[in-house]
């Protein structure tokens, strides 16, 4: 192997030009030609690093926190870790980078997908970006946790860029340690999956990796910090630009003071928008190139209607992002950025997922106006190339994309396929008021409309009692409702809050955020003590005529539909279908990722994996959730311990269906 290295180094390499990297890289590429190296293997990945070679890089290579102006990258290293261990892999997403299944079983896979071994053709780097937090400019953000690999671009011809998260210190790390912890890691590995499967744009999670490394955190914040197992996703996106990329050029914010780091470089804007029409846009860029404002306007058109669909989407599944700032939000309108994210049990038009948004800003009902607001922020990033009196009247266009779309999806997920009436707007709005009343689940609630036939099938009175006899119970009970509406705010704060809106009303708006949460704590308090005289008799007996409201109105419109077709069953199985792929039987429901994080903290990662293949079909009306158990049992790998005195008996949740009613405890859970 040797003699053949050296041979084609002189063969193919003038060694005096091109560094030792170069020559490596040469080196494997030929191998690869040549049939030596097999195709498919770590080793063998077509990187090409395009965004390093296209945007202005940070002079500076030593890694310490600071402002880093004039530059979109800093080149940075991933920390080691000690002794990587894999959680769980997408093989579907690790496809997308060539990536044969083999190599999970090798046994220095978690040292690639840790950071402590780099793959050849890997350039590492930590990108520089801004935002708009919680309404709010930031100043300086960037990738404090994350960290750029480089661009894969596979056989078909498709550009991947992949980064690690949670991989160490960078220069935008701040006052963290750059890194991420177990639970954190698998929620964002799942439900990028999730997402991915149930067909919404989003970036891809190749790998979930653990460590016995560990970094400390205070999972509340109040006051009881705990040592947690520093971990890190593989993620996979056509890129990791975002909105608040382009706001490093931002000047002076009124609010807050604070500017971008490399505010007046336009010419680095030009690059930016350049490099991101061309690459991501290609048709735009192929169509106006000779005209640039007109293909920056035409771009911003196009994320414009990507934005709002992808909402949309969001929307049409009951799932809240969570932290829908501009530095969260993808330049090319795919999901971006898992933390607190949450899919919606109970309908709540008002949910909101982040324990740390307490004003309610990024709530449910919400998320459309906040990514129309973004829209607008990154009209104002890049103003000073294109004015903005040429993008902010096109923001309209997200309204217009946002209605039609969603409608579009509603349909579909109310079995309204062959009719378009004027009212189906209102039977919507009906339903989630519905919903929202009798304090039903969203997901399941959805999933068994598809279980009513159209009017004038056989089965069809029948059907129609299990389909009311299942919605009922899907509803909430008194006491679940009670334990609901209880008080969340520091019974201190509150009463301070309130002692002061008694003197001193006018203050109200100064207390931001905080008067939103106490606000939201009346609200609770008043529906607490409506509840207070409700028994669980008069709570069904409302539900129940609620229902049977709803259901007649749906009933009326569904004979419509059956209006002047000849084949009721074939019409019956198509509608069926496209409920059934519209309205999905499984979601990351909170509850079924602690259970996987609470095996995984505990070193048993199979019901991280068996989750992953529930979610990786998330529309089946057929899987076999007890042979899938046993079969993830069979092929998946013992977790690693470090302390084989500490292991656990292997569990899994061959009882958890994962498709009923959440239980009890599942309103305990806080994410943050």
Same mark, same amino acid.
């Given at each position: 192997?040797?003699?053949?290295?050296?041979?084609?180094?002189?063969?193919?390499?003038?060694?005096?030009?091109?560094?030792?990297?170069?020559?490596?890289?040469?080196?494997?590429?030929?191998?690869?030609?040549?049939?030596?190296?097999?195709?498919?293997?770590?080793?063998?990945?077509?990187?090409?690093? &395009? *965004?390093?070679? !296209? $945007?202005?890089?940070? @002079?500076?290579?030593?890694?310490?926190?600071? %402002? =880093?102006?004039? +530059?979109? #990258?800093?080149?940075?290293?991933?920390?080691?870790?000690?002794?990587?261990? &894999? *959680?769980?892999? !997408? $093989?579907?997403?690790? @496809?997308?980078?060539?990536?044969?299944?083999? %190599? =999970?079983?090798? +046994?220095? #896979?978690?040292?690639?997908?840790?950071?402590?071994?780099?793959?050849?053709?890997?350039?590492?780097?930590?990108?520089?970006?801004?935002?708009?937090?919680?309404?709010?400019?930031?100043?300086?953000?960037?990738?404090?946790?994350?960290?750029?690999?480089?661009?894969?671009?596979?056989?078909?011809?498709?550009?991947?860029?992949?980064?690690?998260?949670?991989?160490?210190?960078?220069?935008?790390?701040?006052?963290?340690?750059?890194?991420?912890?177990?639970?954190?890691?698998?929620?964002?590995?799942?439900?990028?999956?999730?997402?991915?499967?149930?067909?919404?744009?989003?970036?891809?999670?190749?790998?979930?990796?653990?460590?016995?490394?560990?970094?400390?955190?205070?999972?509340?914040?109040?006051?009881?910090?705990?040592?947690?197992?520093?971990?890190?996703?593989?993620?996979?996106?056509?890129?990791?630009?975002?909105?608040?990329?382009?706001?490093?050029?931002?000047?002076?914010?009124?609010?807050?003071?604070?500017?971008?780091?490399?505010?007046?470089?336009?010419?680095?804007?030009?690059?930016?928008?350049?490099?991101?029409?061309?690459?991501?846009?290609?048709?735009?860029?192929?169509?106006?190139?000779?005209?640039?404002?007109?293909?920056?306007?035409?771009?911003?058109?196009?994320?414009?209607?990507?934005?709002?669909?992808?909402?949309?989407?969001?929307?049409?599944?009951?799932?809240?992002?969570?932290?829908?700032?501009?530095?969260?939000?993808?330049?090319?309108?795919?999901?971006?950025?898992?933390?607190?994210?949450?899919?919606?049990?109970?309908?709540?038009?008002?949910?909101?997922?982040?324990?740390?948004?307490?004003?309610?800003?990024?709530?449910?009902?919400?998320?459309?106006?906040?990514?129309?607001?973004?829209?607008?922020?990154?009209?104002?990033?890049?103003?000073?190339?294109?004015?903005?009196?040429?993008?902010?009247?096109?923001?309209?266009?997200?309204?217009?994309?946002?209605?039609?779309?969603?409608?579009?999806?509603?349909?579909?997920?109310?079995?309204?396929?062959?009719?378009?009436?004027?009212?189906?707007?209102?039977?919507?709005?009906?339903?989630?008021?519905?919903?929202?009343?009798?304090?039903?689940?969203?997901?399941?609630?959805?999933?068994?409309?598809?279980?009513?036939?159209?009017?004038?099938?056989?089965?069809?009175?029948?059907?129609?009692?299990?389909?009311?006899?299942?919605?009922?119970?899907?509803?909430?009970?008194?006491?679940?409702?009670?334990?609901?509406?209880?008080?969340?705010?520091?019974?201190?704060?509150?009463?301070?809050?309130?002692?002061?809106?008694?003197?001193?009303?006018?203050?109200?708006?100064?207390?931001?955020?905080?008067?939103?949460?106490?606000?939201?704590?009346?609200?609770?308090?008043?529906?607490?003590?409506?509840?207070?005289?409700?028994?669980?008799?008069?709570?069904?007996?409302?539900?129940?005529?609620?229902?049977?409201?709803?259901?007649?109105?749906?009933?009326?419109?569904?004979?419509?539909?059956?209006?002047?077709?000849?084949?009721?069953?074939?019409?019956?199985?198509?509608?069926?279908?496209?409920?059934?792929?519209?309205?999905?039987?499984?979601?990351?429901?909170?509850?079924?990722?602690?259970?996987?994080?609470?095996?995984?903290?505990?070193?048993?990662?199979?019901?991280?994996?068996?989750?992953?293949?529930?979610?990786?079909?998330?529309?089946?009306?057929?899987?076999?959730?007890?042979?899938?158990?046993?079969?993830?049992?069979?092929?998946?790998?013992?977790?690693?311990?470090?302390?084989?005195?500490?292991?656990?008996?292997?569990?899994?949740?061959?009882?958890?269906?994962?498709?009923?009613?959440?239980?009890?405890?599942?309103?305990?859970?806080?994410?943050?």
């Amino acid at each position: 192997m040797i003699k053949i290295f050296r041979t084609r180094i002189r063969h193919h390499v003038n060694t005096s030009r091109i560094s030792l990297l170069s020559i490596g890289t040469v080196f494997l590429r030929k191998l690869h030609l040549h049939g030596i190296m097999s195709s498919g293997s770590l080793e063998s990945l077509n990187f090409d690093n &395009l *965004v390093l070679r !296209s $945007l202005p890089i940070d @002079s500076e290579e030593e890694n310490y926190i600071r %402002q =880093v102006s004039g +530059a979109c #990258f800093s080149k940075v290293k991933p920390t080691p870790v000690s002794n990587p261990q &894999l *959680v769980a892999a !997408s $093989l579907s997403a690790l @496809s997308l980078i060539d990536i044969d299944p083999k %190599q =999970v079983e090798r +046994a220095d #896979f978690a040292e690639f997908f840790s950071g402590n071994k780099l793959l050849p053709g890997s350039e590492t780097a930590a990108h520089c970006y801004c935002g708009h937090q919680f309404g709010y400019f930031s100043g300086q953000l960037g990738d404090g946790a994350a960290m750029y690999l480089g661009e894969i671009v596979n056989k078909s011809g498709t550009r991947w860029e992949i980064q690690l998260k949670g991989s160490g210190l960078t220069p935008f790390s701040r006052s963290a340690d750059g890194r991420k912890v177990l639970r954190s890691t698998i929620r964002e590995f799942l439900c990028s999956e999730a997402i991915h499967h149930l067909g919404i744009p989003t970036t891809r999670a190749g790998s979930c990796v653990t460590s016995d490394s560990r970094v400390v955190r205070d999972i509340f914040y109040d006051g009881h910090p705990i040592q947690e197992r520093c971990s890190i996703v593989l993620r996979i996106a056509p890129t990791f630009l975002r909105f608040g990329s382009f706001e490093i050029f931002k000047a002076t914010d009124s609010e807050t003071g604070r500017t971008g780091p490399s505010v007046g470089r336009n010419d680095i804007l030009k690059q930016m928008l350049d490099y991101t029409v061309q690459t991501f846009y290609p048709e735009i860029w192929q169509a106006h190139s000779a005209d640039k404002e007109t293909a920056y306007v035409e771009f911003f058109k196009e994320l414009t209607r990507r934005t709002a669909r992808l909402v949309a989407d969001w929307q049409s599944v009951g799932w809240c992002h969570g932290v829908l700032n501009t530095d969260n939000m993808s330049i090319v309108g795919v999901t971006i950025d898992y933390g607190p994210f949450g899919f919606m049990d109970k309908y709540d038009p008002d949910f909101i997922c982040n324990a740390s948004d307490d004003g309610g800003r990024y709530t449910y009902i919400k998320q459309p106006q906040i990514c129309k607001w973004n829209i607008k922020k990154f009209a104002e990033a890049i103003q000073g190339v294109v004015p903005l009196a040429k993008t902010v009247p096109e923001t309209k266009i997200f309204d217009e994309e946002y209605s039609d779309y969603y409608t579009k999806k509603m349909r579909k997920k109310f079995g309204l396929i062959n009719t378009i009436e004027e009212q189906d707007g209102d039977l919507v709005g009906s339903f989630l008021d519905t919903l929202h009343k009798t304090g039903a689940d969203f997901t399941n609630c959805f999933r068994c409309l598809s279980r009513l036939p159209l009017p004038g099938s056989p089965d069809f009175e029948e059907r129609l009692q299990e389909v009311t006899e299942y919605l009922l119970s899907q509803c909430s009970t008194v006491e679940e409702l009670k334990k609901e509406y209880r008080p969340r705010m520091n019974p201190r704060q509150f009463q301070m809050i309130m002692m002061l809106m008694e003197s001193n009303p006018q203050l109200a708006p100064a207390l931001g955020r905080g008067f939103a949460a106490f606000s939201q704590e009346i609200e609770r308090l008043e529906k607490s003590k409506e509840l207070e005289n409700v028994t669980d008799e008069d709570k069904k007996k409302e539900n129940q005529a609620m229902w049977t409201a709803w259901l007649k109105t749906y009933v009326e419109r569904l004979k419509k539909e059956a209006d002047k077709v000849t084949d009721l069953t074939a019409a019956n199985q198509r509608r069926k279908e496209v409920m059934n792929m519209t309205n999905p039987r499984f979601i990351l429901r909170n509850y079924i990722a602690q259970n996987a994080i609470d095996a995984a903290e505990k070193g048993d990662f199979s019901e991280v994996r068996r989750v992953l293949e529930i979610l990786q079909t998330p529309y089946s009306e057929d899987l076999d959730l007890g042979s899938l158990s046993q079969a993830t049992a069979e092929t998946s790998p013992p977790a690693a311990t470090e302390d084989t005195s500490n292991s656990v008996e292997s569990r899994t949740f061959v009882e958890q269906c994962y498709d009923g009613k959440p239980p009890s405890w599942s309103t305990d859970l806080r994410v943050t």
